[in-house]
């Protein structure tokens, strides 16, 4: 009989009080504030500015509501995605290691989303405190947020490759 290795999915998004008050407040002074003093005088230029400066925060509002990191764990490897870019994989056999970790988004990469941070590689990061990180062969490394580190944890004890191997590195 054939064992087949249970699949690992979670979705994680932005939402949290902090972006809300964050984007509500850009808002106001983007479009509120623009409307507020000029009152009933306004010509063609300040109303398409004003409707331009609208359509770009609707934009904005819309993309980070929409944004969502995408974890899967399988037989193969490691899938994740920040929505609207592409999909990365991490195939097992690229990887020296791995290990769940809490994580600092603004103190490692400067904020939410997928960043960069010196000396801490790539961070697929939202503001959950903890993530999955992936040490690769050529010590190259990734953060995936995760809610549920110890069920993640858990899995990876059980499914990961024995040559893929949990570290103790920080």
Known sequence: MKTTTPLYTETLSLHSKVIYWILIVSTFFAVGIPVLTNGSQWNEKEVTGTLMVAGIMALIWWLLLASRIKLQLDAE???????????????????????????????????????????????????????????????????????????????????????VIETAER
């Open 77 to 163: 490897g490691v899938r994740y995605q920040f929505w609207p870019f592409s999909k990365k994989q991490a195939r097992w056999e690229t990887l020296r290691g791995w290990y769940v970790r809490q994580v600092s988004p603004f103190s490692e990469f400067g904020g939410w989303g997928m960043r960069y941070g010196l000396g801490q590689g790539w961070g697929y990061v939202t503001t959950s405190k903890w993530g999955l990180q992936l040490v690769y062969k050529d010590n190259s490394r990734v953060v995936i947020s995760t809610r549920r580190p110890d069920e993640l944890k858990h899995w990876l004890e059980q499914w990961a490759p024995a040559e």
